[in-house]
């Protein structure tokens, strides 16, 4: 019942920023919880942000925390990934996912549906 697309994905130098955009289609955008996960060649796919369906409270892996924010605009039904402060270590493909329930989870497989990703690489 949700359709995930990522946007804003590309190369960016050490330093620098970008912003994801995830869009969704679908009926009840606002009653599901969204996340973003990253997957890096070679290893497993990991919870980075999450936030809950009224936008009211936000979760951050440790590593990101004080660099990336997640916000979302029901109204528009998209939720964004800012990312400042980019490393090299950041360099993944980046999922937006969507979970039924006010709050967020940071268990993959309470994520009901998934986009396709979008690439971020950043260059030392």
């Known amino acids: 019942q949700v359709q995930l697309v990522e946007s804003g994905g590309g190369l960016v130098q050490a330093g620098g920023s970008l912003r994801l955009s995830c869009v969704a289609s679908g009926r009840t955008f606002s009653s599901y919880a969204m996340g973003w996960f990253r997957q890096a060649p070679g290893t497993e796919r990991e919870f980075v942000a999450g936030i809950s369906w009224s936008g009211s409270s936000a979760d951050y892996l440790d590593s990101v925390k004080g660099r990336f924010t997640i916000a979302r605009d029901n109204d528009k039904n998209t939720v964004y990934l800012q990312m400042n402060s980019l490393n090299p270590e950041d360099t993944a493909v980046y999922y937006c996912?969507?979970?039924?329930?006010?709050?967020?989870?940071?268990?993959?497989?309470?994520?009901?549906?998934w986009g396709q990703g979008t690439q971020v690489t950043v260059s030392s």
């Open positions: 996912a969507a979970r039924p329930g006010a709050f967020v989870k940071r268990i993959i497989h309470e994520y009901r549906y």
